[in-house]
């Protein structure tokens, strides 16, 4: 399994109701049903992932999370989990909403656009940067709101979202980047819960 996927899943209670938005080919609730007992569904909108999905077992709804979670109640999952999808979707603040209205928490990972790896291709070569973290060329990237670990944690204070817990790692997956992490940081995994009353 993906080193960020087995750090999500030692997140995710026994027996929790899991949905995965942009769940790949399914991996993650493969495991999760295996190893904890989880009710998990994953959204995806790729053909070939989608396939993969149904092959390991996987419950996989075919769906563009552009279009929202409307077909989802309140409150019908435990934890919502989007890896490394957010800086990819067009309306990132509706999406976090949408997650914490359908579950109790959500578990979000993204690339950090300011680690000092991109800040030194854009001041010393003065392009958009290339990275192990952010491995696409600008014209040929599906990411279309890159963000800092910063802007983030601005994004989701503004909306009164609650940070339970957040933790960054390096390109190895390395965890505890205590000192600068928004410098030092490739990854941020970040547990919220739902907006205060």
Same mark, same amino acid.
């Given at each position: 399994m993906r080193p960020d996927l087995a750090i999500i899943a030692g997140l995710i209670n026994? $027996? +929790?109701r899991v949905l995965d938005l942009g769940c790949g080919h399914g991996e993650l609730l493969a495991?999760?049903?295996?190893?904890? @007992?989880? =009710?998990g569904y994953g959204i995806e909108n790729d053909s070939d992932a989608i396939? +993969? /999905?149904?092959? #390991? $077992?996987?419950?996989?709804?075919?769906?563009d999370l552009d279009d929202g979670l409307d077909r989802f109640p309140d409150a019908s999952f435990d934890m919502v989990v989007m890896t490394e999808t957010l800086? +990819?979707?067009a309306q990132p603040r509706a999406l976090l909403r949408d997650m914490l209205r359908v579950g109790e928490e959500c578990i979000v990972t993204f690339p950090n656009f300011g680690h000092w790896r991109c800040r030194l291709q854009l001041a010393m070569n003065g392009r958009m940067p290339v990275a192990k973290h952010l491995p696409h060329a600008w014209f040929t990237t599906p =990411?279309?709101?890159? /963000?800092?670990?910063?802007?983030f944690e601005e994004l989701v204070t503004d909306m009164g979202l609650p940070i339970i817990s957040r933790f960054v790692v390096d390109d190895r997956h390395k965890p505890s980047i205590a000192w600068m992490p928004n410098l030092f940081g490739t990854t941020a995994f970040y547990r919220? @819960?739902? #907006?205060? +009353?």
């Open positions: 026994d $027996g +929790a495991h999760l049903a295996r190893e904890k @007992g989880v =009710n396939t +993969a /999905c149904v092959s #390991a $077992g996987v419950n996989v709804i075919d769906h800086q +990819a979707v =990411n279309i709101h890159l /963000c800092t670990f910063r802007d919220l @819960g739902r #907006a205060r +009353a």
